[in-house]
């Protein structure tokens, strides 16, 4: 076997979704590929991880301290939506219809995989919203069940006088992560969002 070849495949195998079979389809796409594509590729992956940081304000992924939605003087900062992932910010600017803001939660609570309320970033939105109160707070985080739970956590320690807590329509298919969400279904979702309605804050 070539040593370097196997290396790659090895490489590759590690990257979600992608299994030894398709690693070596992969690494044997990249023998035959010429020098410089194989050079563009191998240049921007090291580039992502120099150039590439967190937002300080939403926790999405930017090239500056305030990622593009955040310094956008165009975007109603009055709207912010929850999201559980940066996929999942791409994901809804693909589908042109938001035009808020957003925060990254960093994941959604799974106390059985040790996922706890201080390991995602709800103490960085809570102060988010004492700082700058929206009128609208909407809660992105998908259909599985733990995200089920994690909106309704948040909706209850969240609520604020005056701000309006909405989820995505149930145009979403059960359990499907937002990244998997076909553009058609997500806008619909997003047009028909609805309000929550988790209890009240003297609930805590």
């Known amino acids: 076997m070539v040593k370097p070849l196997e290396d790659l495949v090895t490489a ?18 990249l023998v035959d590929r010429p020098q410089d594509e194989v050079k563009a590729l191998a240049d921007a992956i090291q580039a992502v991880k120099t150039s590439v940081t967190i937002c300080k304000q939403c926790f999405n992924l930017s090239e500056d301290e305030l990622c593009r ?18 996929i999942d910010v791409f ?3 693909n589908s042109g219809r938001y035009r808020g803001i957003y925060h990254v939660l960093g994941g959604v609570l799974s106390p059985i995989n ?6 995602l970033r709800i103490k960085e939105l809570a102060s988010r919203i004492n700082a700058n109160p929206p009128r609208e707070l909407i ?3 998908g259909a ?26 149930r145009g979403l298919p059960a359990g499907i992560e937002l990244e998997y969400v076909d553009q058609v279904t997500l806008t619909q979702a997003l047009n028909e969002r609805i309000e929550v309605h988790y209890g009240n804050a003297g609930d805590r």
């Open 91 to 93: 994901t809804l600017e």
């Open 139 to 141: 809660l992105g985080l």
């Open 12 to 29: 590759l195998s590690k990257l979600p979704t992608i299994g030894k079979k398709t690693a070596w389809r992969l690494a044997l796409h």
């Open 69 to 86: 939605v955040c310094s956008s003087p165009a975007r109603d900062q009055s709207i912010l939506c929850v999201v559980e992932r940066p």
């Open 144 to 169: 599985s069940a733990d995200a089920e739970t994690t909106s309704l956590y948040l909706s209850r320690i969240l609520q604020r006088e005056g701000m309006r807590i909405t989820r995505l329509a």
């Open 114 to 119: 040790g996922i706890t309320a201080d390991k």
